[in-house]
């Protein structure tokens, strides 16, 4: 029987292991999760050929992917290298310049006193609109302002300053605590694009690749897009803002050129390779940044509209077969999901909570409840689902419209509940605000 293993335990993970169970060809194939911390253990029963799909960016950005295709065993995954357009913000940054690849105009600063110092001179700057005193700097002299840690930051190294007093509230713990916890001392700051978001997914074995629908995911922890950026509250799935004309212009201005520049500059990509996108009002699309995995929560939507079994295509993409398969069919209608959290996420929250309703999505072939921070706790006497995390519940549901999926979602979600709980009413919500 062949194995896939895929790494990782959070909702993204768990999706992916409910698609692969749901395929016929599931009587032949055992699938299994690992945590991060248990990749040690992935050698002892492994054979050339099983497959391990890697799901989170962490153990890409450690070398998983490079130490298994040493050893002969079949990955769906980046090397570390290729993972540099999600590990280093500035190393991608730098491949877009090199590739002319459309992105925001962009200075770095080292995380010490000067550096600070230089940053805090550029907010000045903005402020007075007086670019011609600083001829080193590359950005547009207006706010807001994206400030972006170069690092991996667990998703929400990133802050957006509406105003140069927002700006100087945030400079000094990003640069003297660290605020992020950011694996690097180098910061990015951006000009902002204003625009539609969409998320865009390239599957690719380095050579052939196939683009999946659009998605949309909703950052902000607020109704409205208020509050500080999450790892994501929600998403949907097709993105209603992106049309076949911006398709196109993706596809050719920026898909094209990432995949051959990183063949170009011998790091072939092998994986799925996320993209995050604003297009501007005249339908310019703009990188905002690459990520080397799936995105969490959009592949919850993704797996809940894929009509196509996913275990070939993860097969061929580790095995460069890519071009062979047709492109994957997907569900007529949309799919959305709504994040359940606990209450203070993203900053300092509780956990081990009880939690209740969750049975909710029995009534409902349709909705699926996928576990992203729980833990199973009990006996023979019967087992209990309790809160471990910030981002617990992934309610995702497939619908005929994206008001019947959303009307599913919530109704289900309405009926689950722990202390402190909450999340977004807004998702798939488009009637009120652009997210």
Same mark, same amino acid.
């Given at each position: ?61 450690? /070398? ?14 980046? &090397?570390?290298?290729?993972? %540099?357009?999600? !590990? ?18 962009? &200075? ?53 300053? +509406? ?15 660290? +605020? ?23 599957? !690719?074995?380095? +050579? ?54 990183? %063949? ?38 993704? $797996?809940?509209? $894929? ?46 909570? $009880? ?18 921070? !729980? ?6 006497? /019967? ?53």
């Amino acid at each position: 029987m062949k194995c896939i293993v895929i790494i990782g335990n959070g909702g993204r993970e768990e999706s992916i292991r409910w698609k692969l169970s749901e395929e016929t060809s599931s009587t032949a194939l055992h699938v299994s999760m690992l945590a991060n911390d248990d990749n040690l253990k992935l050698h002892e029963n492994l054979k050339e050929d099983d497959l391990v799909v890697v799901g989170p960016e962490v153990p890409i950005a450690e /070398g998983l992917t490079d130490q298994l295709v040493s050893d002969g065993i079949p990955v769906f995954g980046p &090397s570390k290298l290729a993972g %540099r357009l999600e !590990t280093s913000k500035l190393w991608a940054k730098q491949f877009m310049e090199r590739n002319d690849i459309p992105t925001a105009k962009w &200075s770095i600063f080292n995380r010490t006193s000067q550096g600070m110092t230089d940053a805090m001179d550029l907010l000045w700057h903005r402020y007075l609109h007086q670019q011609q005193d600083f001829p080193h700097i590359k950005l547009t002299p207006k706010f807001p302002v994206v400030i972006k840690e170069d690092g991996l930051c667990n998703g929400k190294g990133v802050v957006i300053c +509406k105003t140069r007093d927002e700006a100087n509230n945030v400079v000094p713990s990003i640069f003297i605590t660290n +605020k992020f916890n950011s694996t690097s001392n180098k910061i990015l700051f951006e000009d902002f694009i204003e625009g539609q978001e969409a998320s865009c997914f390239v599957l !690719t074995d380095g +050579k052939d690749y196939k683009i999946l629908p659009y998605c949309q995911d909703y950052k902000p922890v607020g109704e409205g897009n208020t509050g500080p950026n999450t790892g994501g509250m929600g998403a949907i799935c097709p993105n209603t803002h992106v049309t076949e004309e911006v398709k196109n212009r993706v596809e050719k201005e920026i898909i094209i050129p990432t995949l051959d520049g990183m %063949r170009e500059e011998g790091l072939p990509y092998k994986g799925v390779l996320y993209i995050g996108l604003m297009i501007n009002e005249d339908g310019s699309p703009y990188v905002i940044e690459y990520n080397v995995r799936f995105g969490d929560p959009e592949c919850q939507v993704l $797996m809940m509209l $894929m009509k196509s079994e996913l275990h070939p295509y993860l097969e061929a993409v580790a095995n460069e077969t890519l071009g062979t398969l047709p492109d994957p069919e997907f569900y007529e209608g949309s799919a959305l999901t709504v994040v359940m959290c606990s209450g203070g996420y993203p900053e300092e929250y509780q956990t081990q909570y $009880m939690i209740e309703g969750l049975d909710a999505e029995l009534s409902n072939p349709n909705v699926k409840i996928f576990h992203a921070g !729980t833990q199973q706790v009990g006996n023979h006497h /019967g087992v209990k689902w309790i809160t471990n995390g910030g981002r617990v519940l992934n309610v995702t549901a497939r619908g005929d419209s994206l008001e019947d999926a959303r009307e599913q979602a919530y109704n289900v979600v309405e009926k689950i509940s722990w202390q402190d709980s909450f999340y977004r009413t807004d998702i798939g919500d488009l009637t009120d605000f652009d997210a």
